[in-house]
């Protein structure tokens, strides 16, 4: 009786630590159905490797040189027939999960994880399955949980609403009543809030978000 050949898994592994690359290729290798055909030291080179290669998954850091893992994972994710990628990384900040959700990463797990879950992990991705961390999850689901409106608050939206009129810090100030550096202030604050640096990705997040409006 003949046995039926072992589906193999193609992997790409993307990661700028030679000695954790290596590590991860050997413990991957371990698996009868998971074959590393491809390698990459930072973002740009595993989007190469994806299209030298077509693997049916990359495992992806996510914090690399020359471009990063969420970026990477963009751009693999909006190629033709592009594999689904799996963040594995040290990082569980929220901008650091919301970016690589964002980005079309189908998991995200932190390198702490057991060899048997990241196995287990990498499976169920390459299915087309969503593997998300216990810990990952619960911070998602924590800040879906929030309701938009109580990331600014009125003041700070009233002055994203002026920003979004054209008017300069002097004529937002002029027209509610408060000095041009209170204004200053109130605009840094949305920008740590929204996870911004300039004033029109700012008006561009609080209309992603629901936060601004058109009239």
Known sequence: MTTPAVTRIRLVVADDHPVVRAGLVALLSEEPDFEVVGQAADGAAAIVAVTEHHPDLVLMDLRMPVLDGAAAAAAITALPDGPPVLILTTYDTDADIVRAVEAGARGYLLKDAPPEV???AVRSAARGETVLAPAIAGRLAERLRK???ADLTTR???VLRLVAEGLSNAEIGTRLFIGEATVKTHLIRAFQKLE??????????????????IE
Do not use: F, K, N, W
């Open 118 to 120: 990241l196995s287990a």
């Open 196 to 213: 911004v640096a300039d004033r029109t990705a700012a008006v561009t997040e609080a209309y992603r978000r629901g936060l601004l409006t």
């Open 147 to 149: 309701p938009a409106a």
């Open 156 to 158: 700070e939206l009233d």
